[in-house]
């Protein structure tokens, strides 16, 4: 590749991405600049950046979009597109690619794992032997997550590879999606509403999208139930953030395992504070070996651009 061809990385990835990006191209590194720094950084490269690095957090908007007109390509390192303005990207006629095959297994063990932690108590159990409180006395019963009647807002690569690891604890298994998914053997419901009435585990699986944008408000909580658990692997957005956390606080909710937050990185206050809820910084993809294989595949797209071949997994 030339190197001469600028690449905008948004956010620091990766060091490997990282390096392998510099190997080929002109890497800027758009972080490092002061944020009140940033609109002059952009127009001062304006003419050398033809490609934007973004992935799951940050991606460009339109503002990121004008400011850079030789730009032709955005590679996701995310499955996720929520943080791209696709409209924008149509608009030019700029390609979009992203990672969706790269990070399903890791995504779909976290929902499990997720599941389970929160089920189990496993970290306020933690916290109770830290806190040499067994020397007291035994740690409160749980409830199990094997034979669970499982509930998952869509059935996509993810979603179908939760239900596969939820069947082999010998769940049931129903969903919700945009539609009925003609060779699937799991039961399917029209609304979320009517999958949270029939599930005592609801796991978000799907896309971000204004649809699907609060696709968990209160009326599905409420559905869902005072022994209920939501796991959310997606984003943080799907879910009524405020409600939520009335629902767990008022005990109209049973428990909650969240890898991703609305308003991320900020958590509310009174969440922290429940023992009912298990928290992780929105890493279900963060493995070292699904990162490489992650920048390994946004690599290849940008040299497949640049080199007039094939996209590898194009959006737009």
Not at 130 to 139: C, G, L, Q, T, Y
Not at 143 to 172: D, M, N, P, Q, Y
């Amino acid at each position: 590749m030339e190197a001469s061809i600028g690449v905008l990385l948004i956010r620091p990835l990766s060091a490997y991405l990282q390096q392998e990006l510099c190997k080929r191209y002109t890497l800027f590194k758009f972080w490092q600049e002061p944020q009140h720094l940033r609109r002059e950084f952009l127009r001062e490269h304006s003419n050398s950046i033809r490609a934007v690095v973004a992935n799951g957090v940050q991606g460009p908007d339109a503002e990121m979009i004008d400011a850079l007109p030789l730009l032709e390509i955005v590679a996701s390192h995310s499955s996720g597109l929520d943080k791209i303005d696709l409209d924008k990207c149509r608009e030019r006629g700029i390609r979009v690619t992203y990672t969706p095959d790269a990070l399903t297994d890791e995504v779909a063990d976290m929902a499990i794992l997720l599941t389970l932690a929160t089920v189990r108590r496993i970290c306020e159990a933690d916290q109770y032997v830290r806190r040499s409180e067994w020397k007291n006395a035994d740690f409160k019963l749980t409830t199990k997550f094997s034979g669970k009647a499982v509930g998952i807002i869509g059935l996509g690569r993810i979603g179908s590879a939760i239900a596969k690891r939820a069947e082999a604890f010998g769940c049931s298994i129903g969903y919700h999606s945009r539609s009925q998914k003609p060779n699937s053997r799991y039961k399917y419901y029209p609304s979320v509403i009517e999958l949270a009435l029939d599930s005592q585990i609801l796991i978000v699986a799907c896309a971000l999208t204004h649809e699907t944008r609060h696709i968990v408000n209160r009326d599905v909580i409420d559905a869902l139930g005072s022994n209920g658990v939501v796991i959310n692997i997606a984003r943080g957005s799907h879910i009524d953030e405020a409600e939520l956390v009335s629902a767990l606080v008022e005990g109209r909710l049973g428990g909650a395992g969240l890898d991703v937050l609305e308003n991320e990185p900020e958590a509310p206050t009174r969440l922290l504070g429940l023992d009912n809820v298990v928290l992780s910084p929105h890493v279900g993809a963060s493995t070292v070996e699904t990162r490489r294989v992650m920048a390994d595949l946004v690599v290849q797209n940008l040299d497949a651009h640049f080199s007039g071949k094939t996209l590898l997994t194009p959006v737009i």
